[in-house]
Nanobody, 125 residues
Framework: QVQLVESGGGLVQAGGSLRLSCAAS????????MGWFRQAPGKERDIVAA????????YYADSVKGRFTISRDNAKNTVYLQMNSLKPEDTAVYFC??????????????????WGQGTQVTVSS
C-alpha cells in the first residue's frame, strides 16, 4: 500500500518561508515523477511544482517561479517543497503526489496515482 505523508505546513507571515516534506512508503519514488499541488477554498487543485524521476527536470507554475524549489532525497524516499517569499495568495492546502513511472515530470492530476492527505499553508498579510 502506497502512502504519502505531508508535513511542514503552518501559519506564516507574508515574506516568510516554509519547507514542506512528503515522506513516501510502499513505493520507491526514485522511479517516479513527483508533484506538489495546492487547492484553495472554492478553487481547483492546481500544480505548483513537479520533478522527474532523475531529478534533472523540474517544472514550476508561473506564480511560484523564483520563490519555490522542489527537490527529492531518494535515499529517504522523500520529496520537499521549499517555499520562500510567501504571499497571502499562496494560502491553500498543499498535496504531494506520485506518478509517472520513469517520467521527466507530470503536470496533469490524472497522471498521478497516489496522493497525500494534504497540509494547510496559511500566509497572513
Amino acid at each position: 500500500q502506497v502512502q504519502l505523508v505531508e508535513s511542514g505546513g503552518g501559519l506564516v507571515q507574508a515574506g516568510g518561508s516554509l519547507r514542506l516534506s512528503c515522506a513516501a512508503s510502499g513505493r520507491t519514488i526514485s522511479r517516479y515523477a513527483m508533484g506538489w499541488f495546492r487547492q484553495a477554498p472554492g478553487k481547483e487543485r492546481d500544480i505548483v511544482a513537479a520533478i522527474g524521476w532523475s531529478k534533472i527536470n523540474t517544472y514550476y507554475a508561473d506564480s511560484v517561479k523564483g520563490r519555490f524549489t522542489i527537490s527529492r532525497d531518494n535515499a529517504k524516499n522523500t520529496v520537499y517543497l521549499q517555499m520562500n517569499s510567501l504571499k497571502p495568495e499562496d494560502t491553500a492546502v498543499y498535496f504531494c503526489a506520485t506518478g509517472g513511472y520513469y517520467r521527466d515530470y507530470a503536470l496533469d492530476r490524472k497522471e498521478y496515482d497516489y496522493w497525500g492527505q494534504g497540509t494547510q499553508v496559511t500566509v497572513s498579510s
